[in-house]
């Protein structure tokens, strides 16, 4: 990660989850509640130090809690009740089903990005990606 505010907030958040063993799955309103702590501390400490500026609180506590505890840049696509489907065919190439349709999002992700969703997302199904089996197809445990 870089020196971004979001870089740092989500370092600072994933260190405490790590130290005090919240498990960001099972227990997103802790996270969101330290999350916000992180978040306030952060404002405090940028007003007499060099930090980056976080800019808008809102965004980055929702980018934060997304990464930590959700699907990063996937989740405001999982969190649309209007979308049926997500799939992946490459970082650069993420397409949502809408009403029976396919659509190219505008989101683009880094090869690392990709790994790590789809890790965290097999994580719960059983299911594994490796070279014996390259594609996967999963449903996310709370999605029907």
């Known amino acids: 990660m870089g020196s971004s ?3 740092i907030l989500e370092t600072e958040v994933r260190e405490l989850v ?9 227990e997103p309103e802790v996270v969101g509640r330290l999350v916000d702590e ?5 404002r405090d400490r940028s007003i ?3 930090l980056p500026p976080m800019g808008d609180v809102v965004a ?3 980018a934060v809690l997304d990464a930590v505890a959700g699907f990063g840049p996937l989740q405001p696509l999982l969190d649309d009740p ?8 490459e970082p650069g190439r993420v397409f949502i089903a809408r ?3 396919s659509e190219l999002t505008t989101l683009i992700l880094t090869a690392e990005q990709v790994a790590e969703l789809v890790e965290r997302m097999l994580r719960t199904s059983g299911r594994r990606i490796d070279l014996s089996t390259p594609f996967v197809d999963s449903t996310l445990p709370d999605v029907i």
């Open 60 to 62: 980055a506590t929702r």
């Open 48 to 50: 007499t130090s060099a």
């Open 82 to 89: 209007s979308i049926e489907e997500i799939w992946i065919n």
């Open 99 to 101: 009403r029976g349709r």
């Open 38 to 42: 992180v978040v306030g501390e952060y």
């Open 5 to 7: 505010a979001q870089s």
């Open 18 to 26: 790590r130290r005090r063993g919240i498990d960001p799955v099972a």
